[in-house]
């Protein structure tokens, strides 16, 4: 080694460093070594065998953990659908409605001391916010599975509707098992109250009686034609008055969207008295279902009696007004606390108009549009009796069509003899 003065390393693909010692004698000139270009970068440039286990092993680890938490995340998924809801729905309802927490509940109702009414889904209760806005909130007292199905149904159909004579949605409340909705408070009770004298409510006029029905005919209107929704439990205890008696529809929790063209099959809902006799049958649900149970609160407006009468023989109002005007006379269906003060032509369109829209069979029923037109022309008619106004010209133009269904035409039901 100490006489050596060449050496050729070239052409051997070595990937070692060179010695130091080597390189200084080549430095010097005392050694010529002969060398690839990049034999002393390849120990820096190139991974050792070790590198790339551990480079590999890194990968792996990354991917497990990716399919760990996807896992995770789909499971989370799954538990929030059997919940009742998916987190796109929920995503929707937090960013248009105000939540609160079940404490704020508790302050708001003064630890839930006034209760205002109580239904299938739970207890209401008159609470205040900090602006002193007057809310009704609902609290649930459902089973949990049934109760978020049923809340996340009410909260998500009052925040997509929006009209005047719906009820307004302020807020919701889903904290753990607490569950409940925050709607505007409206001061005169509703329909029902005032039909039955409850708490000390005042019986409404005929003129009151065919404002607050026909607003919450139109409010029936816009759910079907508007929103291709059917309320489903369309009754007087859901007609909610405000302080000038204006009418709002609540209780949307168990709407339900429907297509114009095919009907839906759905389990069977309702209050007993103003359920659908097809629907009861059939389990067939369509926008005709609601006609039917507007058509029993006409008659529940006119005689001021409950759907079902006597509840040891549980006559429904149906038959009995039937049986009443087989007799002809419209006194004898009328309620006796308007004291005479009606327009017996407009009585009888809405007891006409009620005829129409509990038939037996929904296609020969009228749709809420037709309704709302109809129940306009009986408005107008008991104005110009307040007015002294109806001339006799006026009587006749007014009373001379049938009420007819706007899809089958040649369904109508002409006006009584009188």
Not at 18 to 43: F, H, Q, R, W, Y
Not at 78 to 91: M, N, Y
Not at 238 to 247: D, K, S, T
Request: net charge neutral.
């Amino acid at each position: 080694m100490l006489k050596l003065q060449v050496l050729n390393l070239s052409g051997n693909h070595l990937n070692a460093h060179v010695p130091e010692a080597l390189m200084k004698k080549n430095n010097s000139g005392i050694l010529l070594l002969l060398v690839d270009s990049c034999t002393n970068c390849e120990g820096h440039s190139k991974r050792s065998p070790s590198t790339i286990i551990i480079i590999v092993v890194a990968a792996v680890v990354v991917m497990v953990l990716a399919v760990i938490m996807g896992l995770l995340f789909l499971r989370m998924l799954d538990r929030r659908r059997r919940r009742g809801g998916s987190v796109e729905q929920e995503t929707q309802i937090h960013s248009e409605l105000k939540i609160f927490t079940h404490e704020e509940l508790k302050a708001i109702t003064n630890n839930f001391s006034r209760t205002i009414g109580k239904g299938g889904f739970g207890i209401v209760y008159h609470g205040h916010l900090e602006n002193q806005t007057e809310v009704a909130v609902k609290v649930c007292s459902l089973e949990p599975n049934q109760a978020n199905k049923q809340f996340l149904a009410e909260v998500k159909s009052l925040s997509l509707v929006h009209h005047k004579n719906l009820v307004t949605l302020v807020g919701y409340c889903k904290d753990g098992v607490n569950l409940a909705v925050v709607y505007e408070f409206l001061h005169r009770g509703s329909l029902f109250d005032h039909l039955r004298g409850k708490d000390s409510c005042s019986a409404l006029d005929w003129k009151m009686r065919l404002n607050i029905v026909l607003e919450a005919a139109q409010a029936l209107d816009y759910l079907h034609t508007g929103c291709g929704m059917v309320h489903r439990d369309v009754k007087s205890s859901n007609i909610l008055l405000g302080q000038n008696f204006e009418a709002k529809i609540s209780d949307l929790g168990l709407s339900r969207m429907f297509s114009a063209d095919v009907n839906s099959v759905i389990s069977l809902s309702g209050t007993p008295g103003y359920m659908d006799p097809e629907y009861q049958l059939t389990f067939t649900l369509n926008e005709k279902s609601d006609v039917y149970s507007f058509g029993v609160i006409l008659m529940e407006i006119v005689t001021g009696d409950p759907p079902i009468l006597n509840a040891r023989e549980r006559i429904h109002i149906v038959k009995l007004v039937k049986q009443l005007l087989s007799k002809g006379s419209i006194e004898d269906v009328v309620d006796s606390r308007f004291e005479g003060e009606y327009d017996t032509n407009a009585v009888w369109k809405v007891v006409e108009l009620a005829m129409v829209c509990t038939r037996d069979e929904s296609a020969n029923r009228p749709t809420m549009a037709d309704v709302v037109v109809h129940l306009k022309d009986c408005v107008q008619i008991e104005e110009h009796r307040k007015r002294g106004k109806l001339e006799p010209s006026e009587k006749s133009d007014l009373n001379s069509g049938s009420i007819s269904t706007s899809q089958s035409p040649s369904v109508s039901f002409a006006p009584v003899s009188r």
